[in-house]
């Protein structure tokens, strides 16, 4: 990163390996109680700045960090994520901690349950933090549509930190956690990972399970890791990912051991090049790390093709209304009764229905649901929304044709690097746009891994979206290490 351009004000700080703080642990150098409270200081320093959590689980991290404490002083076995501290974003229930999804609709709302993927990474022995902002109901691209404000980006908090899992990204970059939870729907995931500098992780829709994902778009919700590093974000996947009864769509394919999978040297593999994600629109400044990324991926032995994705201009209307019919679906259930926020000024009981959503969704919850509802609706049911649909197979079909010449896709992860707050707030259009490279691998279904790739001129990070066919996150990962060791010469 040049200096001189590097923002005045930037929290950056690398956290420490998954590796090292086993040992660590496991040597007696380390506690799991001291490292919550190091991170519980962080938060309370950096926090109020940042704005990436929305609420803290305190009592529940400090009894887990106690159980891994008495474990290594035993000499017990640990697990492979003792004392790791870990947030999640706040569309993932906790048992008995807030659970906003962002929203204010949900204000209040404390669900008796676990999401399966949170469950999971405390049973592997993670200090559950706390819970992450977001956009409202995951739907956004900056994170400015969350009911609690806006995160910054520890890059430079005068920029956005991308969404919809803002304070998922933000959380690593500014070493607030050592990994995190996100979802990703059209890109939610992957790129704040690559506005943040850090690696995100899409996994192949029903590799972990949506149990407990409070809702967005169901046929293209995933749940996924961020982490400072490759190897780490593998483990971490490795450890969410698996069937899960209670999710009917989640594979019954066995979890590979991604960690070790992904230090496999990425020689021989066939890496493609589509030209429509090169084409107008795309920074320079976005397009010449990326260029250079695949050069550093030659370099390593990986053979480059050019592939073509032609249906990629349709990707952006057919996201659309996909993600906005189910999300009218799914959002019905919030109507004041069950829970969250209930109008207090209603006569009757539609009154309390109509009051309670207007003024408990904010204002992109409510174009989606009308756009979605509009869809949906008699007459232009078939013109959209079934239209979508079909255009949706067209688009996995392309993909698969291609996965039949080459084991992976790289392609920028977005066309243009983290941007200024409130830039982008007044054109709806202009941010759904943006979602260009991402939600493709959405609609086919298929898995990536956003990995951080050289840096403007003025030092943001880029990202390159490394994608591979269902289930075979293994490949993507071993190439994602290969773009990880190029990433520092690139800056
Ligand atoms: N930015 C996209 C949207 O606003 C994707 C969001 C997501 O992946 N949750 O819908």
């Not at 690559?194 to 690696?199: A, D, I, K, Q, R």
């Not at 066939?270 to 250079?292: H, M, N, Q, S, T």
């Not at 079934?386 to 084991?407: G, H, I, N, P, T």
């Not at 709806?428 to 490279?437: E, G, H, R, V």
């Amino acid at each position: 990163m040049p200096t001189g351009t590097k923002a005045a004000e930037s929290y950056i700080e690398k956290p420490k390996t998954l590796a090292a703080l086993r040992d660590g642990i496991a040597n007696g150098r380390l506690k799991a109680a001291d490292l919550a409270n190091e991170y519980y200081q962080r938060i309370e320093k950096l926090n109020p700045r940042l704005n990436v959590y929305l609420s803290l689980t305190k009592d529940r991290a400090l009894a887990q960090a106690e159980r891994i404490d008495a474990m290594a002083a035993k000499g017990d076995p640990l697990p492979v994520l003792a004392g790791v501290p870990v947030g999640i974003k706040d569309v993932l229930v906790m048992q008995g901690a807030p659970s906003t999804a962002g929203s204010k609709i949900l204000q209040g709302y404390r669900p008796p349950y676990d999401a399966t993927a949170v469950a999971r990474l405390e049973a592997a022995g993670a200090l559950l933090l706390g819970k992450l902002n977001c956009d409202e109901f995951a739907m956004g691209s900056s994170n400015e549509n969350s009911a609690y404000g806006p995160v910054r980006n520890p890059v430079d908090p005068e920029r956005v930190p991308g969404g919809s899992s803002g304070g998922s990204a933000a959380a690593v970059a500014a070493n607030l956690a050592v990994g995190t939870l996100g979802s990703d729907t059209g890109g939610s995931i992957r790129q704040p990972a690559s506005f943040c500098g850090v690696v995100g992780v899409l996994p192949t829709y029903g590799r972990v399970s949506r149990y407990g994902l409070i809702a967005f778009a169901s046929s293209l919700d995933r749940v996924g890791p961020f982490a400072a590093n490759v190897r780490d974000a593998a483990t971490l996947l490795g450890v969410i990912a698996g069937h899960d009864p209670k999710d009917a769509t989640s594979s019954l394919a066995p979890v590979e051991d991604y960690a070790a999978e992904s230090d496999k040297p990425p020689a021989g593999l066939r890496v493609g090049v589509p030209a429509e994600y090169f084409a107008e629109g795309l920074d320079p400044e976005v397009r010449a790390p990326i260029e250079k990324g695949i050069a550093a991926l030659e370099r390593a032995g990986c053979a480059i093709k050019p592939v073509s994705l032609p249906h990629t201009k349709y990707a952006v209307p057919t996201y659309y209304l996909v993600a906005t019919a189910e999300a009218s679906a799914n959002l019905a259930r919030f109507d004041g009764v069950r829970y969250g926020y209930r109008s207090p000024r209603s006569a009757t009981l539609s009154d309390m229905y109509s009051h309670s959503r207007n003024e408990g969704f904010g204002p992109e919850v409510k174009r989606r649901i009308l756009l979605g509802t509009y869809a949906l609706s008699a007459g232009y049911y078939d013109a959209y929304y079934l239209k979508a649909q079909q255009v949706r197979r067209l688009l996995a079909e392309e993909f698969l044709r291609a996965f039949a010449q080459v084991d992976a896709i790289v392609t920028p992860t977005s066309p243009v690097p983290a941007f200024k707050l409130g830039e982008k707030t007044g054109d709806p259009l202009a941010m759904y746009l943006a979602d260009i490279y991402t939600v493709t691998a959405s609609l086919a279904g298929i898995c990536g891994v956003a990995v951080p790739c050289g840096a403007t001129k003025a030092g943001l990070p880029v990202g390159m979206q490394i994608l591979a066919a269902h289930l075979r996150e293994s490949t993507a990962f071993r190439l994602a290490r290969a773009m990880e060791a190029a990433d520092l010469i690139l800056r």
